[in-house]
């Protein structure tokens, strides 16, 4: 089946620091591929989305690009904000038994110090 | 603005107790959601439903039931509450528009604790 394995966290770093963080996946099919951010005590929000090959998803000075070859979506910023302290998930969604079900990772905690 | 709300943010039971969580959304979306998210297992499918009396076992449907007479609303319950049903639970909702990338909308959580 479907299965999305991101780096374990938590990631540490300091404010203005780059981050990345992996994700690689394995689908039956050409899925859609994103990224949700969670904030303490709220829930998932999209991040930013990709959906085919080499797309580049954006938002917030965040970005990933659908990498079929490697089967890869890796998450970046170029320079982290205390506010970028959540815990972010990678996810896929492909078509299997019919249904468009989600598949998420387990999640990486990133803290931002000042 | 697009809204997915949870009955709860915060829930303590006692075991055997028969529990009901409600979710409720405004963006007229056929699909919908529970998770139940841990600590290092991040989050884990407990049901889905893609149409109102529609439903669908996820990863993790053991000890759960799920009720959708409403398009905007499904319920999760818990038959008779046990510890290990202590957890965060969150749901959401889809667009169902037979393509894989509609993104997933989700409410705030509730925390569920069974002593």
């Known amino acids: 089946g479907d299965s999305v394995t991101q780096m374990e966290g938590p990631v540490t770093l300091s404010e203005e620091a780059f981050l990345t963080i992996n994700c690689t996946y394995t689908?039956?099919?050409?899925?859609?591929l994103f990224w949700y951010v969670q904030y303490p005590g709220e829930g998932l929000q999209l991040l930013l989305k990709?959906?085919?090959?080499?797309d580049k998803g954006s938002n917030k000075g965040f970005e990933a690009t659908y990498r079929k070859e490697t089967t890869s979506f890796h998450l970046e910023k170029g320079s982290v904000q205390v506010s970028d302290s959540a815990v972010y998930f990678c996810?896929?969604?492909?078509?299997?038994?019919?249904?468009?079900?989600?598949?998420f990772g387990r999640g990486t905690s990133l803290i931002v110090h000042p | 603005d697009v809204k997915v709300t949870q009955s709860s943010r915060y829930l303590v039971k006692r075991t055997g107790e028969k529990v009901f969580l409600e979710c409720v959304q405004d963006?007229?979306?056929?699909?919908m959601f529970w998770y139940r998210q841990d600590p290092g297992l991040g989050l884990r499918l407990i049901y889905f439903?893609?149409?109102?009396?529609?439903?669908e076992k996820g990863d993790i449907p053991e000890g759960y039931s799920v009720s959708r007479e409403k398009k905007e609303r499904f319920s999760l319950i818990l038959e008779s509450a046990s510890t290990n049903q202590t957890s965060m639970y969150l749901c959401?909702?889809?667009?169902?528009?037979?393509?894989?990338?509609?993104?997933?909308?989700f409410g705030p959580g509730t925390r569920l604790t069974v002593l």
């Open positions: 959401a909702s889809s667009l169902s528009s037979g393509n894989t990338y509609n993104e997933q909308f």
């Open positions: 689908a039956t099919g050409y899925p859609s």
């Open positions: 990709a959906t085919k090959a080499d």
């Open positions: 996810a896929l969604s492909d078509l299997s038994g019919g249904s468009y079900i989600p598949t």
């Open positions: 963006m007229d979306h056929e699909n």
């Open positions: 439903s893609y149409d109102v009396k529609m439903k």
